[in-house]
């Protein structure tokens, strides 16, 4: 039996320069936020390439997938899973957590955030789907790789947790500011609009403690007494 050793035909993924630096750097700073994980768990470095990789790619292919225009980027493109080990490296090798490392923290969360979403959006314009639709994969893009990385460290995603600081909702917000430029004629500066005004957003809640309603639910009363019961008096 002969192996057939040739290069695979692989179909030309779109994507454009500007969204592509975008969508790199969002996994640089996603992988070092999602390795940072691994050492709240108290992991070994295996723990920290495998919580850096899901969530510096995490978000990106499932949104490629979902888009089915080829293959996820992060399988054909060598430039994101190099980007997304470095990012985990550099959460190994440097103190992040505390001292100076904090103010960069909240700053890789807020750039990571406002990367993806945009990089999310102009894909799917560029694939040449329907402008609503773009704004799903944009969200989709900066949740999706905190997801699945929260779920392997067995909590419950921050997406969904009642937290102070905007997160979805920051992202939908870049999402909306990337798609009203592009829409406008105006490609790469939404992908800078979208970010400065999604990660203005998270920086800005987290520093106020912003957070969405959460449902009041009444204590209940006293258990009442049933019919033909009288109250016992002393």
């Not at 909590?155 to 947790?161: D, E, G, K, N």
């Not at 969405?212 to 639910?217: F, G, M």
């Amino acid at each position: 039996m002969a192996f057939d050793l040739t290069a695979p035909v692989v179909p030309e993924e779109v994507i454009s320069l500007g969204t592509l630096i975008v969508d790199l750097v969002g996994v640089f700073a996603g992988s070092v936020l999602g390795a940072l994980q691994a050492e709240r768990r108290k992991m070994d470095l295996m723990g920290y390439l495998v919580l850096g990789l899901v969530s510096g790619v995490g978000g990106g292919i499932i949104r490629d997938t979902l888009l089915q225009a080829g293959p996820p980027l992060a399988l054909v493109r060598p430039g994101y899973l190099t980007m997304a080990l470095l990012g985990s490296l550099a959460a190994f090798l440097f103190e992040l957590r505390h001292g100076p490392g904090v103010k960069l923290l909240a700053t890789l969360d807020a750039l990571t955030l406002g990367a993806f979403a945009v990089a999310g959006t102009q894909r799917t314009l560029e694939v040449g789907l329907h402008p609503g639709t773009s704004l799903l994969m944009g969200v989709i893009t900066a949740a999706g790789g905190g997801i699945v990385r929260d779920v392997l460290s067995r909590q419950t995603p921050a997406l969904m947790r009642a937290v102070p600081g905007y997160y979805a909702t920051a992202a939908l917000a870049a999402s909306i500011v990337c798609l009203a430029f592009s829409q406008a004629g105006h490609p790469k500066l939404a992908l800078l609009a979208g970010m400065l005004v999604g990660g203005a957003l998270r920086l800005v809640s987290l520093r106020f403690g912003w957070r969405l309603p959460v449902k009041r639910v009444r204590p209940p009363g006293p258990p009442s007494q049933g019919p033909g019961k009288r109250e016992e008096r002393p």
